[in-house]
């Protein structure tokens, strides 16, 4: 018959054990354990169990607490106490008919039949539907309290000692009533006490002093522990391993760019760009650096500051592009306090903030007229004046611009001034564009390649023959900038170990440059064909050959 739960029952229905329970324990000798040597067994109340004697209960203690720790041991100890109280449950109720006061009375007195302890229940009642739970029960001649006192355990350790006595009574409410109870000991006989107090409320009554009970009963397993602290050292060492690669890289890097000895500059341009470079670092004169975008012109600026005598000082960058003249000119000059609307403080000019050292101004071609004589005032008189000042401020800068625009043409139309176009170009520094280095492409596609294999972790990454090809037959419109990002995108898709044309961009696979039908591979022509879905005329149009070309390799590498 199914087990009727009662929500409420008050103190008064707990005082006094009944008969078919107070029996059990009244008797001075016990009738209800039998021993059998001949054949090994012991019996209490005809249920097969087995005798230990304390000094063994002792021993497995002590071990537990040697293996484990003193946390773990009174974990595990609750959590077996707690299942071996719900086992005992369900068989209170089966012989008790369902009877969930009587199976409630059970649990001390068979507990002290089985010589745990001396049971003196004291107040128990409940109000389910007010979820409230109130049970304690004094305990005398504990043996885990005398377990507990042979231990010689600190009390500063471990304040109580009845770890799966208290836990045994958790799960036997717990499961008798289909509620989390937790069960603690507030007093101890085994620190000198009289006697040992269990007390028990429903899980939500207690509070943060509950805590140890409530993780011993939703622990993992060791196993899985164990397999966690596996997996969070793997990880720990993946990201101590990343973290080296990256600082490794970071330094290299920062070698590449401090240094013009680590340009990569194997194409006679470069060199000669490079030479350059070398032969104005110690000289303070503006330097003027011209080359399309992504050229990589702040690189170079970079390694002629840090190669120089102003290398342990500021390296300022101001940017023209996308910001309107008057702000620009704002950023670079400064301004005083309330010489702007809203201006409530003061602010310092880039060419305040790299006094000492480098101030690179990229694309200055887009300076206006305005900012463009007071940037020429400041080269001419190493001081300038910031919005709204008097006096000027001095400023010991060196000026390095960048410009992809041809400055003498727009002098010559009036967008530049003439005298500050002579004042920069002292020094001009002409930076190839990427498409025309030649190999130097791939030298720095391998830097990349290094670089990102570092930073995503994929180790042992190679290029294809077709996709090295790839990247010669490209026009790189956005220069050493498009490449990196080319190069980053293909070590993030590659699935192999090997990097082939299927990982580049449309422009890329393109290539832009005409060609013939000759220097397609078979791979650059399959990959076209599987962006477009088989289509071949926007195949061809997307390697940039026309349809009787693409037919023509087709046909010449046998491809369907």
């Not at 207690?206 to 805590?211: F, L, N, Y």
């Not at 990102?452 to 190679?462: P, Q």
Request: glycine content about 6%.
């Amino acid at each position: 018959m199914p087990t009727v739960i009662p929500t409420k029952l008050s103190a008064q229905v707990f005082y006094e054990l009944p008969p078919v329970l107070a029996h059990y324990v009244e008797q001075e000798r016990n009738s209800w354990i039998e021993a059998l040597p001949k054949s090994g067994k012991f019996y209490l109340r005809d249920r097969q169990g087995l005798f230990v004697d304390v000094s063994v209960i002792v021993s497995e203690r002590r071990t537990q607490i040697d293996y484990l720790g003193l946390e773990r041991a009174r974990a595990l100890q609750y959590a077996a106490g707690f299942q071996a109280g719900r086992t005992d449950a369900g068989r209170h109720l089966e012989e008790f008919n369902q009877n969930v006061r009587l199976a409630l009375q059970a649990a001390p007195v068979f507990r002290q039949l089985q010589g745990w302890f001396v049971a003196q229940p004291g107040k128990f009642e409940f109000d389910l539907d007010a979820r409230t739970l109130y049970r304690e029960i004094a305990l005398n001649d504990s043996v885990e309290a005398l377990v507990f006192r042979h231990l010689m355990i600190d009390p500063n350790q471990c304040e109580f000692a009845c770890w799966a006595t208290a836990g045994y009574f958790s799960g036997h409410v717990s499961e008798i009533l289909e509620r989390r109870v937790i069960a603690l000991e507030t007093d101890c006989a085994a620190h000198g006490g009289k006697t040992c107090r269990i007390v028990m409320r429903l899980d939500a009554e207690w509070g943060s002093e509950a805590d140890w009970a409530r993780r011993a009963l939703t622990a993992e397993t060791l196993q899985k522990e164990f397999s966690k602290l596996d997996e969070a050292v793997a990880g720990a060492r993946k990201a101590e391993l990343r973290a080296r690669n990256a600082l490794n890289d970071l330094n290299r890097r920062l070698r590449s760019e401090l240094m013009l000895e680590t340009i990569v500059a194997g194409h006679p341009a470069m060199q000669t760009a490079v030479h350059r470079a070398r032969q104005v670092v110690d000289i303070d004169v503006p330097v003027l650096i011209k080359g399309e975008t992504g050229a990589g012109k702040e690189s170079l600026a970079r390694a002629i500051h840090y190669a120089g005598p102003r290398r342990n000082k500021p390296f300022e960058i101001i940017d023209c592009l996308g910001i309107s003249g008057h702000l620009l000119t704002h950023d670079i000059f400064g301004y005083e306090k309330d010489a702007i609307p809203g201006a409530t403080r003061a602010h310092a000019g880039a060419f305040q903030r790299a006094n000492g050292g480098t101030l690179y101004i990229n694309e200055i071609a887009s300076l206006t007229l305005e900012a463009q004589v007071m940037l020429l005032r400041a080269l001419r008189e190493g001081a300038h004046y910031p919005l709204g000042a008097e006096v000027p401020v001095k400023s010991d800068v060196r000026l390095v611009a960048a410009t992809q625009h041809d400055l003498r043409e727009k002098s010559e139309s009036g967008e530049f001034l003439r005298h500050l176009y002579d004042a920069l170009s002292v020094v001009v520094i002409n930076l190839p564009p990427l498409r025309d280095r030649g190999d130097d492409i791939l030298r720095l596609a391998e830097d990349y390649l290094r670089h990102f294999s570092d930073r995503y972790d994929r180790a042992n990454l190679s290029f294809s023959p077709e996709f090295r090809q790839a990247l010669l037959n490209c026009e790189w419109p956005g220069n050493v900038r498009q490449l990196s990002n080319v190069i980053e995108h293909a070590v993030i898709m590659t699935e192999g170990s090997t990097i082939d044309v299927d990982q580049l961009p449309d422009d890329v696979l393109a290539g832009r440059g005409p060609r013939s039908q000759v220097e397609l591979g078979e791979k650059t022509i399959k990959a076209a064909l599987r962006r477009t879905n088989g289509n071949r005329g926007q195949a061809a149009q997307l390697l940039g050959i026309g349809r009787t070309s693409l037919w023509r390799a087709m046909s010449r590498l046998k491809i369907s």
